[in-house]
């Protein structure tokens, strides 16, 4: 990145450090910090454009569905940051369109390298022991359960709203959609943290009287 980059993304981590100051989503600056030092630690091995990167994982959660409804079709947040800076349209629309594509649940397939990095480092901070602290604090912010007891009913499974159950809609299938090699190893990493947490968790739960078989669910023969 030139001179006048540098001091654009140091700006924007201003403004995105004010504008997140009051999320308690999972989606706060710290998150943002974390994804952005993720991503230039694959773009430092991988290449692709570190200002494109850069810019998309500081402006990545801003228009986020969940704490923006509101300009989540239109990215006005992220818009608005960067045209303050005068950002070249051509790098403000590859910008948008990797914010558009990295999402978990929209499922759209990522082409470029930008987007592949800038996916790989959000995925990354939703498992391991952060992953695990987001869950609990996402699910009290939107006062879903810790767990249900029908989360343990044997012929529906983990299909409730509580945080237990994101582990098995989301966390622990992240791993599968990781696209780079070195997120993906640290990603087997953390997802083996998961399990271990969740086998300590049943076991302080009893959940084996419920006839629940934790091997096969977790998948660990
Ligand atoms: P990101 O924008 O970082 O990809 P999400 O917007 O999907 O992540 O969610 C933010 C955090 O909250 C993540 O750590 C995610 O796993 C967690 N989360 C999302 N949905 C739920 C849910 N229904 N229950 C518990 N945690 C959730
Ligand atoms: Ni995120």
Redesign the pocket.
Known sequence: MDNSQILIIENIKSDVKSFLSDDF???DYL?VCRVYNYASHLQSVYGGDLFVISLSCLL??VD?K?ISPDTFNDKKNALNIMNKYSIDSDIIKSVIKIIESI???EGINVETLEAKIVQDA??I??IGAI?IA??FS??GF?H?AIYSTEDFCYSDLFKT?S?LC?FF???LIVKDTINTEIARDEAVRRTRFLKTYLIQLFDELELNKYGIDITELLDLK
Do not use: P, Q, V
């Open positions: 989503s999972g989606h998150h990545h959660d986020d969940k999402s978990f649940s959000d995925r901070d939703a992953g987001r869950c996402y699910a939107k879903n709203d945080a994101h809609k989301k966390l």
